[in-house]
Nanobody, 122 residues
Framework: QVQLVESGGGLVQSGGSLRLSCAAS????????VAWFRQAPGKEREFVAV????????YYEEPVKGRFTISRDNAKNTVYLQMNQLKPEDTAVYYC???????????????WGQGTQVTVSS
């Protein structure tokens, strides 16, 4: 079992930065791929970024490439999402998800956090 808790969301002006954290419990976390998804009001949950179990591989959705960076510290059981050059269209609830996968698909993840709100004002 893995439990995930996100933090770091908030209100920021366009062009600003935030760092989200996803803290995990469970001894198997270091063998799990972890992804960030986001969901804006009235829209489906969409993929943002993923990192494999070792941190050696990452993949980003096109709208965030060059602005967001996913990383992990397995000693701390934590995955991060550094978000720079934020835009109003980045406004959403951000969720981290984990499983024995390296995928951009919602259905491939069995463990989810509760989400953290990110609001970018123009």
């Amino acid at each position: 079992q893995v439990q995930l808790v996100e933090s770091g969301g908030g209100l920021v002006q366009s062009g600003g930065s935030l760092r989200l954290s996803c803290a995990a419990s469970g001894r198997t976390f270091t063998s799990y791929g972890v992804a960030w998804f986001r969901q804006a009001p009235g829209k489906e949950r969409e993929f943002v970024a993923v990192i494999n179990w070792s941190g050696g591989s990452t993949y980003y959705e096109e709208p965030v490439k060059g602005r967001f960076t996913i990383s992990r510290d397995n000693a701390k059981n934590t995955v991060y999402l550094q978000m720079n050059q934020l835009k109003p269209e980045d406004t959403a609830v951000y969720y981290c998800a984990a499983d024995t996968t390296y995928s951009a698909r919602v259905r491939d993840y069995g463990y989810w956090g509760q989400g953290t709100q990110v609001t970018v004002s123009s």
